[in-house]
């Protein structure tokens, strides 16, 4: 059985910060993920990217892996371009946006630079672990756990909060309204709904209430990049 997905559209450049993007929007892509996550674990086939084509530019890392699992999963033809070949090109952006549907820009290659000549959606680096995106991953693990809106929530955050994740989190609280309390102690979060703990950028935890944790973040990542990819290619 082959499940097609529609979804609330979003300009690609609202995917690089998450800032402009309003409570509905978040929630839309959300429930995105959600539903992509759900499909997956049935076993149904979903490829709402099929014959797209997408360029991911950068030094080739796990970042990259996590997002051209993600694509790929979604149907997507997905090429890697080592950042100096494409820099070292004169008018390889221009040439990129005839070959390819949509590119992700991995440091050290600007994404800004690219999308100004490339005529196509820009990424910058979604897969990345401090890329602001990674803020609607938590959003997701936290929605399925819950027992209620999230808006309605207390959320507890221990890390940095001035990060780009930290800030993306921070912005999604005061849109959405949930509360979002930053702590510098685990023991201070006994009457919040959850405890997210950002501190190690290569694996952030998640408790409820009852101390049970929800160790599925990079899980959750991919399936909030791909809820970012849908809306902003399909």
Same mark, same amino acid.
């Given at each position: 059985?082959? $499940?097609?997905?529609? &979804? ?25 993920? %959600? ?7 049935? #076993?149904? &086939?979903?490829?709402?990217?099929r014959g797209k084509q997408i360029a991911l530019v ?19 033809? $997905? ?5 100096? *070949?494409?820099? #070292?090109?004169? #008018? ?17 290659? &600007? ?7 490339? =005529?196509?959606?820009? !990424?910058?680096?979604? #897969? ?30 221990? =890390?940095?909060?001035?990060?780009? @994740? ?8 005061? %849109?959405? *309204? !949930?509360?979002?309390? $930053? ?23 998640? $408790?409820?209430? @009852? *101390? ?9 990542? =991919? ?12």
């Amino acid at each position: 059985m082959h $499940v097609n997905f529609s &979804s609330h559209v979003l300009a690609h450049r609202s995917t690089w910060s998450l800032d402009t993007l309003s409570a509905p929007e978040l929630l839309a892509l959300v429930e995105t993920a %959600r539903r992509l996550k759900q499909t997956a674990r049935v #076993g149904l &086939s979903s490829a709402p990217l099929r014959g797209k084509q997408i360029a991911l530019v950068g030094d080739g890392n796990d970042a990259a892996d996590l997002l051209r699992a993600a694509a790929t999963q979604l149907g997507a033809k $997905v090429t890697s371009l080592h950042a100096d *070949g494409v820099s #070292g090109l004169n #008018g390889s952006s221009r040439l990129l946006g005839r070959l390819y549907d949509a590119i992700d820009c991995a440091a050290p290659v &600007s994404a800004r630079d690219v999308e100004r000549e490339a =005529g196509i959606p820009v !990424f910058n680096g979604l #897969g990345g672990d401090s890329h602001p995106a990674r803020a609607l991953a938590a959003l997701l693990a936290i929605h399925e756990a819950a027992d209620r809106p999230l808006r309605d929530l207390r959320i507890a955050l221990i =890390g940095d909060v001035d990060s780009a @994740c930290g800030q993306a989190l921070a912005k999604a609280a005061a %849109r959405v *309204g !949930f509360e979002l309390r $930053v702590l510098a102690h685990a023991e201070a979060a006994h009457d919040a709904d959850f405890l997210l703990d950002i501190r190690n950028p290569a694996r952030w935890t998640l $408790v409820d209430r @009852c *101390g049970r944790g929800h160790d599925s973040d990079r899980e959750d990542r =991919g399936f909030a990049l791909q809820a970012l990819l849908v809306s902003a290619l399909t």
